[in-house]
């Protein structure tokens, strides 16, 4: 089943935080993300695999709820670069149906 | 690095042909997906292999089929091409090392197939 994201598209000025959330009916072994610039294929970002856990870079960074249903990722101080398509995926390897993400100067 | 390769960046076929949509991948995974991504609706997964000769129905398997004669290659099968097949297809690989696929996958560049 896939996971649900939201929001669907988002756009952002150059140097603000943006937040793209993904959820599951139910608890996930691990959870993906992926983005995908445009006319380019999905690269991995990085992967949760434990409820409570934070990782990633310093602007860009994720979170897996304790219960394992819910995922978000934390675009923080955003660059032109950010722009792109950002989806979760689940250890089934099901995609949401990604997030549409637009940086402007 | 890892490489896929898809056969074809773009392809344009009638409706009722037989289409062949090819990826190769380098890296000897075992696991290969193909995909197909279409806007609003996100990447959906037709088929997948765990091995060769193996294969799995994904989420939309209907009006395809598939073939992994060897490791390093998947093929997508469209028997009657039909217009509401036209989208992206994106192939994917990845590194099987036990149960709860932990491995990131790998993207192939895509085939856009347009059927008229």
């Known amino acids: 089943q896939q996971p649900v994201q939201s929001p669907q598209a988002v756009i952002l000025r150059e140097g603000e935080d943006a937040v793209i959330n993904c959820s599951s009916s139910?608890?996930?072994?691990?959870v993906h993300w992926y983005r995908q610039k445009h006319g380019e294929a999905p690269v991995f970002l990085m992967i949760l695999l434990k409820g409570g856990e934070q990782k990633g870079h310093e602007k860009i960074s994720a979170s897996f709820n304790e219960k394992k249903q819910q995922s978000s990722l934390y675009l923080t101080a955003s660059q032109l670069s950010y722009s792109g398509t950002y989806f979760c995926?689940?250890?089934?390897?099901?995609f949401g149906a990604g997030t549409r993400l637009t940086v402007k100067p | 690095d890892v490489k896929v390769t898809q056969s074809s960046r773009y392809l344009v076929k009638r409706t009722g042909e037989k289409v062949f949509l090819e990826c190769v991948q380098d890296m000897d995974h075992e696991n290969m997906f193909w995909y197909r991504q279409d806007p609003g609706l996100g990447l959906r997964l037709i088929y997948f292999?765990?091995?060769?000769?193996?294969?799995e129905k994904g989420d939309i398997p209907e009006g395809y089929s598939v073939s992994r004669e060897k490791k390093e290659r998947f093929s997508l099968i469209l028997e009657s091409a039909s217009t509401n097949q036209t989208s992206m297809y994106l192939c994917a690989t990845k590194l099987f090392t036990g149960t709860g696929g932990y491995n990131e996958q790998f993207f192939g560049p895509g085939t856009r197939l347009t059927v008229l």
């Open positions: 292999s765990y091995d060769v000769k193996m294969k």
């Open positions: 139910k608890a996930l072994y691990s």
């Open positions: 995926g689940t250890e089934d390897m099901r």
